[in-house]
Each structure stands twice: as structure tokens, then as C-alpha cells.
């Protein structure tokens, strides 16, 4: 048989047989005296087993690997590894399928945000935060918080979605004051009484996992924010709001110190 005669009869193209040749898979034959490749059937026998190796998922080097263990222990140890790789890529479309129908719900529903899609986290904060006036620092916390959604590892995102909506409840205070700072300096009366209100808002928590990274002025004891998520979260506000963010960190930071 040529080539294009043992591509046929196992079902693969001409293109492919070279390819195994080249990757050490399917040995060379013996060539006619015109200088074509003659095959044979043990030649077709490998490379219909090779196309069933492939068509399984298995990569060229694993495949090379089964070929060369003739007590057939390779294709053993090769299909395990193969079930176990397609039960877990089962398990994450099945999840992807799940979240996708609870976004699919939502977005039916006329619910899905703008900004979306986001967390059941995040979904769940924002739910709780209701319809909010009209405020540029409502705007700028929401923005952060889809930020936070992607960068921040699924477990501790978790773990900070649940802190925050304790203070969810108290945005309609918090948002008008530091919208009246908005183009003050860093040294307006006005910060402190902010920082205040903010403090008595969040929970001990939150004290603590201020980012490291922040400007100036920021408290020390770093959590677990990244340095370029402190630059954003800061980047557009008035010297005053930023101020009065970071006494109330300090704020939350001191008492939690104190109830130790």
C-alpha cells in the first residue's frame, strides 16, 4: 500500500501519516525502487492503534509511551491518569453549567448588573446595598468591588464579601460624607467625623486586611491586598476621602487591638 492507500483504509489523512513518522511514532517502511513508501499490514495495524490512542485524548508523548510497553502495562497507567483528568474537567463544566443557569436566571429576570457577570458573592452584596442615591463614591466602591471579583482568589474573596455586607447596611450614611469631601484637602475638619462613621461601620476585620501598599498615611499591619488593588483603590479620590478611609482603617485597627 502508498500512503494515501493506508490513510484511507485506517481513516486518517496522508498529512497525519508523515506527522507519525516524523514523531518517532510509526516506523519508516521500506521504500519501492520509484523511491515511494511501501506499507504493509502490521504497519496498518499500528497506526489504526495509534488514531484510537489520539481519538482517547492521549498526547503524542503518552501515546509513545504505550507503544513502547508491549506488556501493555503503559496504556493501563496512561488511561487511569486519562479518567481521572476527564472526571475533574467533568466537575468544572459542570460547575461553569451551574453558574452559567444562575446568571442566565438573572440576566432573564432583567437583574444581571451592567458589570456583570459577577460572583454569588458579589451579587449577594450588591443585592443587599438596594437602590442607592445618586453617589460618585457609591460608584467608585461598586467599581472596586468588580475589580476585587476578578483579582482576588476565590477563597478570600468569599471570606471579604461576607465582612462587607455588615457594612452594606450603612452605606446611605457613609456615601454622603465622603461625597462632600470630594476636592477637599487632606487636613478638612470634616475627615474626621467621616472616619468616625466609617469605623463604627465596618467590622475588626476589615482594620486589618487594608492593603500594605496603600499611600502615605495608611496604617501599618498589611493584609492580604495586593500593592497594584491599593494604587486603584485610592487612584481617584480627593486627598480628604483618601484620609479619612485610612483613620478609619487605623480606627477599626485600634479597636480591635483594644478588645484583645
Known amino acids: 500500500m502508498r500512503i494515501g492507500e493506508i490513510a484511507a483504509l485506517v481513516g486518517v489523512t496522508p498529512r497525519a501519516v508523515r506527522h507519525y513518522h516524523q514523531s518517532g511514532l510509526l516506523p519508516e517502511p521500506a521504500r519501492r525502487a520509484n ?22 485524548g492521549l498526547g503524542l508523548d503518552e501515546v509513545r509511551d504505550v507503544l513502547a510497553d508491549d506488556e501493555g502495562r503503559g496504556l493501563v497507567e496512561v488511561l487511569e491518569e486519562l479518567a481521572e483528568d476527564l472526571a475533574r474537567q ?14 442566565l436566571d438573572e440576566a432573564r429576570a432583567g437583574r444581571l448588573p451592567a458589570d456583570g457577570p459577577l460572583s454569588p458573592e458579589l451579587t449577594s452584596l450588591l443585592a443587599g446595598l438596594g437602590e442607592l442615591p445618586e453617589s460618585p ?28 455586607e ?13 461625597d462632600a469631601l470630594s476636592g477637599a484637602a ?31 498615611g495608611a496604617p501599618d499591619g498589611a493584609g492580604s491586598f495586593d500593592t497594584s488593588l491599593a494604587d486603584a483603590l485610592f487612584a481617584d479620590l480627593a486627598p480628604a476621602q483618601s484620609a479619612a478611609i485610612h483613620l478609619a482603617m487605623r480606627l477599626v485597627r485600634e479597636r480591635r487591638e483594644q478588645s484583645r
Open 35 to 56: 523511491g515511494y513508501r511501501e506499507y504493509g499490514v502490521r504497519d496498518a495495524v499500528l497506526l489504526a492503534r495509534i488514531r484510537r490512542l489520539t481519538e482517547l
Open 90 to 103: 467533568e466537575a468544572e463544566v459542570r460547575a461553569r453549567r451551574e453558574r452559567l443557569s444562575g446568571l
Open 137 to 164: 463614591m457609591a460608584a467608585k466602591d461598586r467599581q472596586i468591588l468588580a475589580l476585587m471579583d476578578v483579582v482576588v482568589p476565590e477563597e478570600e474573596r468569599a471570606r471579604l464579601m461576607g465582612l462587607m
Open 166 to 178: 455588615g457594612a452594606a447596611e450603612h452605606a446611605r450614611e457613609v456615601y454622603p460624607l465622603l
Open 186 to 216: 487632606a487636613d478638612d475638619p470634616r475627615v474626621a467625623e467621616a472616619a468616625r462613621v466609617l469605623a463604627g461601620c465596618l467590622p475588626d476585620e476589615l482594620g486589618v486586611d487594608m492593603p500594605s501598599g496603600a499611600p502615605d
